[in-house]
């Protein structure tokens, strides 16, 4: 089946989507390279429709002949589910490999089984590299954004092929080794927690106007094109404009009022959650996208709830355009500066030594969350950063100030109409909790050391305390009633 080739420079096993486009990007910067997939069906075909690289790409149905047809030390690509067929494939493959071989998992994996793969290959010679791969199938064939975690061993023999395929901005590729085992899936994951935050404040945005401002899609689209000029300009912004004008074929309906409002996911929302509250820290705007898709699907409480909850909405003038664009500014800022602050508590916790500067500048193309704002954020985390804090660094703060009353109107007024904006109002929530000096936490430790004599610290003295919860009172509990 395979057109022989000389030694390949990489092999690709998995020939899914991203796996091919990713296979047919390293062909195409002059890369050598073997393929296989499960189905082995599935090789001829492809190898059939790229007859361009019938030199530099061979197919093989046997894993072991595949093997044997990589340059070692070998670099391994695997484009498969994770979870389980990641680690069977770990063994199936292991006793063919040499010292010195590195298995690379380029899926959506979950960062702590790529930190236990990487420590049990510990030891045996062979290396584990956990890549995320960001962009989408086109990214994949035209150039990805990659954030890489493994040995640097590994790193050697990948760099000159990640580099060449990776996404470019103003020349510097979008690829970087950003330190061992699962850190290269854990920055891929906040990504993800990023794009799920940005969605959700996109789609935010587009349900008041379509419910309050009584829109169009095809009039919102031409809103979100404009705005794709600007300060907001991004891949997101750029495709819900083109999305929102589309038009279904079958039915000359706009695309997006056929579809039906059930959002799915496949984990990495959820994941980014569950590792943020591990670390001690809250991603309030990552919450409330990853919540919003869950309450989505619960579509027949919904159309049921809809005539049964009285509303008691007010009537309030729309914001204006110039406001709803400050108001998605301001929360983008808050959402990508609630993941940096992830990343640098992981970074922190698992001693990666993360460059935040490097990771907002391999963002910057390529990938889904890609963005003019994160050139900003690379320039400032490369300038002083007072208290770690992405909306302390003096450009971020002044795009803040500027932008966010629009987006206290957009939200004040959602809240006047009863349009739910969970992320938008959460990204305020949080700048208004952190804009404060005097919070609201003593009220929380009073009634803690109350109920609980939990002790508490005192703005005047060291140490822990207890209160004198002296006042005259009558508790009064709740009584069940006798049966
Ligand atoms: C990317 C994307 C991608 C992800 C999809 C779907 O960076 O290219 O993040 O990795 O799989 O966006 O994710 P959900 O199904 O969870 O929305």
């Known amino acids: 089946m395979a057109h022989e080739i000389a030694l390949a420079d990489i092999g690709v096993y998995g020939l899914g989507t991203m796996g091919s486009a990713l296979a047919l990007n390293f062909a195409g910067k002059g890369f050598s390279v073997a393929v296989t997939n499960r189905e082995a069906g599935w090789i001829d075909d492809f190898l059939n429709e790229a007859p361009e690289f019938v030199d530099k790409m061979s197919g093989y149905a046997e894993l072991a002949d595949f093997v044997q047809a990589i340059k070692a030390p070998r670099t391994i690509l695997f484009m498969i589910p994770s979870g389980k067929p990641m680690d069977a494939m770990i063994e199936t ?17 979950d960062f702590n089984e790529t930190r236990r793969r990487s420590a049990e290959l510990d030891g045996t010679g062979l290396h584990f590299v956990g890549m995320g791969v960001s962009g989408g199938e086109d990214g994949a064939r035209h150039g990805p954004s990659m954030m890489v975690g493994g040995t640097a061993h590994s790193w050697t023999q990948l760099k000159p092929m990640a580099e060449a395929i990776a996404a470019k901005f103003e020349g ?12 290269g899936h854990f920055v891929k994951t906040v ?15 587009y349900g008041l106007l379509r419910d309050q401002g009584g829109q169009e899609p095809a009039e919102i689209g031409q809103m979100f094109e404009r705005w794709a000029t600007g300060p907001l300009s991004s891949y997101l912004i750029e495709i819900s404009g083109a999305a929102l004008q589309s038009v279904d074929s079958k039915t000359g309906q706009p695309m997006v009022d056929v579809i039906l409002d059930k ?7 959820r994941w980014t959650l569950v590792e943020a509250l591990k670390l001690g820290q809250s991603a309030s705007t990552i919450e409330a996208a990853v919540g919003a898709r869950g309450w989505s699907s619960e579509k027949d409480m919904r159309v049921a709830a809809d005539p049964l909850l009285e509303k008691g909405a007010i009537p309030a003038e729309l914001p204006t355009e110039k406001d709803m664009e400050n108001a998605m500014m301001a929360a983008r800022i808050l959402g990508h500066a609630q993941g940096f ?11 990666w030594a993360l460059d935040m500067a490097r990771i907002a500048e391999i963002w910057r193309a390529g990938c889904i969350i890609r963005s003019s704002l994160l050139d900003e954020i690379a320039a400032a985390f490369r300038a002083e950063l007072p208290f770690d804090h992405l909306i302390l660094a003096p450009a971020i703060s002044e795009l803040l100030a500027v932008s966010i009353s629009g987006l206290r109107r957009v939200v004040a007024v959602a809240a006047l109409t009863g349009q739910p904006v969970p992320a938008l109002s959460a990204a305020l929530a949080w700048h208004d909790t952190m804009a404060r000096g005097r919070g609201t936490a003593n009220m929380i430790q009073a009634q803690r050391d109350f109920f609980g004599a939990h002790g508490f610290e005192r703005m005047d003295v060291e140490g822990k305390h207890y209160g004198d919860w002296n006042a005259v009172q009558t508790i009064v509990c709740p009584v069940w009633p006798e049966a």
């Open 93 to 109: 493959i292991k006793p063919l490999l040499s010292e010195g071989d590195t298995i690379i998992d380029g899926g959506n994996a």
């Open 263 to 269: 959002a799915g996911q496949k984990g990495t929302g």
């Open 172 to 183: 510097e590729p979008c690829v970087d080794h950003l330190g061992p085992d699962g850190a």
């Open 341 to 351: 602050r992830i990343l640098s508590s992981a970074s922190e916790e698992f001693d």
């Open 191 to 205: 990504h993800n927690g990023i794009e799920y935050a940005d969605m959700q404040m996109i789609s935010e945005i």
